[in-house]
């Protein structure tokens, strides 16, 4: 019973292909996020939907494609992948947009990205 | 300048230590407080949380938060092996943005 989960666990690719990261979460929450860590474990965010309308886009090449179907699911597309997008992709889910402590992070168990 | 900066350790300590971690921020719009728990291979996980100033004790964990220094700390009492994670600070202002810090290794030796 996977609170938040994304598919694939790895994922190891060359540089120029295009390739896609899936997340659902089955908590019921209106708000789902993509964060990227990289090797030295900084966590920093991607983007944020609530109820699938896009809330939180930060400096992230346009390469990096967000879509969410619906609320239970945001997906993440990289089109041209470069070494640096090596990392570990993790998806998010919050009851609502704010998320601080009344309204923690749930996070998935990651996806390692390895460009070549 | 990172706006939360937080050593990387890694901190080794034998079991039944306490594990002392701390955080230091910029923002002073800073007002939620929050701890994440990641074990290697894993998401990070909601620890421990605290409003503006003071501190709050959850069984061996304890969170202080010190605004006018900009400071924050987790104490974890009587550390055991299970405790061997890395520990990540993350705050929020009003809009609720959080910022991580890098997080702290933490390895406690049997």
């Known amino acids: 019973d996977t609170a938040v989960s994304q598919t694939p666990k790895y994922l190891v690719t060359q540089m120029g292909n295009d390739k896609s990261i899936k997340c659902e979460q089955n908590l019921g929450h209106d708000t789902m996020y993509w964060y990227k860590q990289d090797s030295k474990k900084f966590l920093k965010i991607m983007f944020s939907?609530?109820?699938?309308?896009?809330?939180i886009n930060e400096t992230v090449p346009n390469r990096f494609s967000p879509k969410s179907p619906d609320k239970a699911h945001l997906n993440l597309h990289i089109n041209s992948l470069e070494l640096g997008d090596s990392a570990v992709y993790f998806c998010a889910s919050s009851q609502v947009a704010d998320s601080s402590y009344n309204s923690p992070l749930h996070f998935g168990n990651g996806t390692r990205l390895t460009v070549t | 300048q990172k706006e939360v900066e937080q050593d990387p350790g890694p901190l080794s300590v034998p079991e039944g230590a306490i594990v002392s971690l701390n955080c230091t921020y910029s923002?002073?719009?800073?007002?939620?407080f929050m701890w994440y728990r990641q074990y290697s291979r894993k998401g990070p996980e909601l620890l421990m949380y605290?409003?503006?100033?003071g501190n709050k004790e959850d069984g061996r964990f304890t969170a202080q938060v010190d605004k006018s220094s900009k400071y924050i700390s987790l104490f974890i009492r009587d550390s055991q092996p299970s405790d061997s994670a890395t520990y990540l600070c993350a705050m929020s202002d009003t809009r609720g943005k959080l910022q991580f810090g890098a997080g702290t290794q933490v390895v406690v030796t049997p």
């Open positions: 605290t409003y503006s100033s």
């Open positions: 923002n002073s719009a800073f007002q939620y």
């Open positions: 939907y609530n109820n699938k309308e896009l809330i």
